[in-house]
């Protein structure tokens, strides 16, 4: 009797093994656990205002808006064929600048930090393995803002013979930004081509540009008003 339960005991462990091995096979034929790279994924910047309400800007916010990471995870083929397919909607990765504005104080002029890039999948059957970059320096300055007269440049032939009259409520700017670049403004200028007026078209709207000490356009400020209307 002893035997026979022990015999039993061994065929059903035996099985057991067996269909073990039959699933592990089936697994890895059908579904089987494979790294992959997602490249160029753009994150997401949180708390931006958080630190301009503290009265501060990121300097480099524009290339951090830019910025794309490449993201390693491994998961089942399945899996990371369905992330792939709808990354835009199962993957975020975040830069989370809100606790930084806790320890900006009016003594601060600038502070640079190295952030982590936080990277979360929204299946469960997916890992993300690490990202590059896993750190990004941000640049945090105080805040400033000038107000600039706008000046205007002739350029080209008027085929009409007639002079454009500049028509705009606002004779002056006022641009906002790190008070590095903003101490650092020369001038808003609009740039008037003649020879693109004509009886046809004598109404154009055109940009303002704030220009630098160095003679070039200012990047990372934003202007009160961005056009004017000239006829």
């Known amino acids: 009797m002893n035997k026979f339960f022990s015999t ?6 035996f099985s057991l093994a067996v269909a073990a091995l039959l699933w592990l096979i089936v697994i890895n034929t059908q579904n089987p656990i494979l790294p992959k790279q997602i490249n160029n994924f753009p994150i997401t910047i949180k ?3 958080q630190i301009e309400e503290k009265g501060y800007v ?3 916010q524009e290339e951090l808006e830019k910025m794309t990471i490449d993201i390693d995870i491994i998961g089942g083929r399945l ?8 990354k835009n909607d199962l993957i975020n990765s975040t830069l989370d600048l809100t606790p930084f504005a806790t320890f900006l104080t009016d003594q601060s002029e ?3 930090r190295a952030v982590v890039i936080n990277t979360i999948v929204l299946i469960d059957e997916v890992t993300v393995e690490g990202t590059s970059p896993k750190i990004v320096n941000v640049i945090f300055e105080k805040e400033a803002s000038k107000t600039l007269p706008i000046e205007y440049e002739i350029i080209g032939e008027d085929k009409d013979k007639g002079s454009p009259i500049i028509k705009t409520l606002m004779s002056q700017v006022t641009v906002t930004g790190a ?8 001038k808003a200028v609009i740039e008037i081509n003649l020879s693109e007026f004509n009886k046809d078209n004598m109404r154009q709207t055109l940009p303002i540009n704030i220009i630098d000490v160095g003679g070039n356009i200012a990047e990372n400020v934003r202007s009160s008003i961005k056009d004017v209307d000239v006829i």
């Open 8 to 13: 039993n005991l061994m065929w059903k462990l």
């Open 47 to 49: 708390g931006v205002s």
């Open 58 to 60: 990121i300097l480099n």
């Open 79 to 86: 899996e990371v064929d369905e992330l792939v397919k709808n």
């Open 110 to 112: 600038k502070v640079e």
């Open 179 to 186: 008070k590095s670049i903003i101490e650092n403004l020369d």
